[in-house]
């Protein structure tokens, strides 16, 4: 998959800029605060509908306006060449085009274009609270099928109306409120066992992709370690749920399910997020980012889009040379504030000052980005 022109009208701080780019590295360079890091915001937006930046929609939207457009030109590995439109507004619903065609939801758009993000703030998949790691598990399923984004908006819904009915009850349990938890209860334990199933069986089968680019990284063997093995599906959730009623009652949420997970992640058998060092702590979340990379690239049969956001500040220089030395076959977009050395071997370059791109564009052949009506 190659993301061949990319178009930003009103987005973050572009008011208008065009860009094009090639197979293999592609180099994005400009000094702090420019919108390098925007480019690859905007491409990894059509990639998950949301920004890897964790901000929401109108934060991506040029300050004084209300709306933002994005035109990405895709070409996949079997010669499909797609255009999409996407059209963010802080007035209304957003809206996708591709190929002139207007998507029904847009979360239509979700397998259309893949794309591997890994920037400065992923080292809080290590070292922070455990949602980062069940977004990371839960991204990689959606990537690989986009039933599982639907899987795991219902398993927030579920959980968000079981709340609310432990909230309304004031912690006393009478008919018309275990009749309701009971509904509930039903529900969650079909969607919230198939995520759980479906998050086992991805970290399983994860496991060895993650050992090996660990290594690759740190450049020595390591006793690198990733499980998933939460006790409520070892004991089924239907039973973990009628346990935890009492506790469910008195705290007003629900204590117990996939929505509560984390998954270990160790370092010679101790847990990396308090005994690794920091340098441990960064080739981990970056290793963490490159076996899903390759390993959805194996699963779907075509290699995803590599952005990495500034990566090679974060890593010590043994590392980031073992990194330039191993990128993974495919397009890659690296966003740097000086020029990198030899081994990245660069594709193409393009500079950015103050929101404006000094490369100049190649023709889009597609004819002019207009946006989408």
């Given amino acids: 998959m190659i993301l061949q022109h990319l178009h930003l009208s009103d987005f973050r701080n572009y008011t208008d800029a065009q860009v094009s780019f090639t197979s293999g590295v592609n180099a994005i360079v400009g000094a702090n605060g420019q919108g390098k890091t925007s480019l690859a915001e905007a491409l990894g937006f059509l990639s998950t509908m949301k920004s890897f930046r964790g901000v929401p929609t109108e934060a991506m939207i040029r300050e004084s306006t209300h709306t933002a457009f994005i035109r990405a030109r895709v070409l996949h590995d079997d010669g499909r060449e797609i255009t999409i439109d996407a059209r963010l507004t802080n007035q209304g619903r957003n809206q996708v085009l591709v190929n002139g065609t207007k998507l029904p939801k847009i979360r239509d758009l979700l397998g259309m274009v893949r794309t591997t993000v890994f920037s400065p703030d992923d080292l809080e998949l290590v070292k922070n609270g455990p949602h980062l790691r069940r977004d990371y598990l839960d991204d990689a399923l959606v ?18 109306q079981r709340n609310a009915v432990l909230k309304q009850s004031g912690g006393r349990l009478n008919s ?133 956001d500034d990566v090679l500040s974060e890593l010590d220089p043994n590392r980031a040379r073992s990194l330039l030395q191993h990128f993974p076959v495919g397009q890659v977009l690296i966003t740097t504030a000086s020029d990198l050395p030899i081994e990245a071997h660069i594709a193409k370059k393009v500079e950015i000052r103050a929101g404006t791109i000094i490369s100049a564009p190649e023709p889009d052949k597609k004819g002019d980005a207009s946006h989408p009506k």
């Fill in 176 to 308: 018309a409120v275990a009749s309701m938890l009971d509904l509930w209860d039903e529900k969650f334990a079909i969607s919230g066992t198939q995520l759980g199933e479906a998050r086992l069986e991805l970290v399983e089968k994860l496991s060895p992709f993650v050992v090996h680019a660990y290594e690759e990284l740190a450049q020595r063997p390591s006793n690198i370690k990733i499980s998933y093995s939460p006790q409520w599906l070892a004991l089924g959730l239907a039973k973990s749920l009628v346990e935890s009623r009492n506790e469910d009652l008195r705290r007003f949420i629900t204590t117990v399910g996939p929505h509560r997970d984390d998954f270990e992640i160790a370092i010679n058998s101790l847990p990396a997020r308090t005994h690794a060092s920091q340098g441990e702590q960064r080739t981990m979340a970056l290793a963490l980012r490159l076996a899903v990379h390759r390993f959805i690239g194996e699963q779907v049969g075509e290699i995803p889009i590599l952005i990495l």
């Fill in 143 to 160: 990537a690989l099928a986009k039933k599982y984004d639907a899987l795991r908006l219902d398993v927030d819904r579920i959980v968000r």
